[in-house]
């Protein structure tokens, strides 16, 4: 059974910064492509950005862009979102998915989310 | 940007069968997922590539998908459904989610 395991939420203040990992078991990640999505509380789902199975290409929201990095270590079974110039609307939970692979780019597997709040 | 619209709320009552839209300008030339999200839950996976079921998600759920809409549908809806779903499609490397529906089971 694949699971995902965020960490590295917290408080944070405005202008901030945060770094959230996921780390997996039950599933090598290196062979899909991995994504972030968010969900401010009370509100629908927001994808942030994804990565391709080899890291070589990243992929961001407009709302993220220039702020957000996502990368992965293949070695390490882990997926990393460093969160820069951290804003007030950046308040969520963060959720790391991982396609489905073998062509299907759903989000198959969710992790249980980890909480970011961004206030002073 | 690329953008999907769902209705905000739906109803049924169990045992009945119901729908839920999802539009979006030519979505049925892209493939259009479903995941159900229960309260304090993380999402599900119901529906991937229009209409594909994942392994343990019952036959009840069936996706479909043309034009400018697809649609998700729970036959013999039960009180266990009763959830929050979103669809959500790419477009050009982007990850988009519809609003969300919320059903509730009467």
């Known amino acids: 059974e694949v699971q995902l395991l965020e960490s590295g939420g917290g408080l944070v203040q405005p202008g901030g910064s945060l770094r959230l990992s996921c780390t997996a078991s039950?599933?090598?990640?290196?062979?899909?492509?991995m994504n972030w999505v968010r969900q401010a509380p009370g509100k629908g789902l927001e994808w942030v950005s994804g990565?391709?199975?080899?890291?070589?290409?990243?992929y961001y929201a407009d709302s993220v862009k220039g702020r957000f990095t996502i990368s992965r270590d293949n070695s390490k079974n882990t997926l990393s979102l460093q969160m820069n110039s951290l804003r007030a609307d950046d308040t969520a939970i963060y959720y790391c998915?991982?396609?489905?692979?073998?062509?299907?780019?759903?989000?198959?597997?969710w992790g249980q989310g980890t909480l970011v709040t961004v206030s002073s | 940007s690329y953008e999907l619209t769902q209705p905000p709320s739906v109803s049924v009552s169990p045992g009945q069968t119901v729908s839920i839209t999802c539009s979006g300008d030519?979505?049925?030339?892209?493939?259009a997922y479903w995941y159900q999200q229960k309260s304090g839950q993380s999402p599900v996976l119901v529906i991937s590539?229009?209409?594909k079921r994942p392994s343990g998600i019952p036959e009840r759920f069936s996706g479909s998908n043309s034009g400018n809409t697809a649609t998700l549908t729970i036959s013999e809806t039960q009180a266990l459904d009763e959830a929050d779903y979103y669809c959500?499609?790419?477009?050009?490397?982007?990850?988009?989610f519809g609003g969300g529906t919320k059903l509730t089971v009467l």
């Open positions: 039950g599933s090598t990640l290196s062979n899909y492509a």
């Open positions: 990565i391709s199975y080899d890291g070589v290409s990243t």
């Open positions: 959500q499609t790419w477009d050009s490397s982007t990850a988009v």
């Open positions: 998915a991982r396609a489905a692979g073998h062509g299907d780019a759903s989000f198959q597997h």
């Open positions: 590539q229009d209409n």
């Open positions: 030519k979505l049925g030339e892209k493939y």
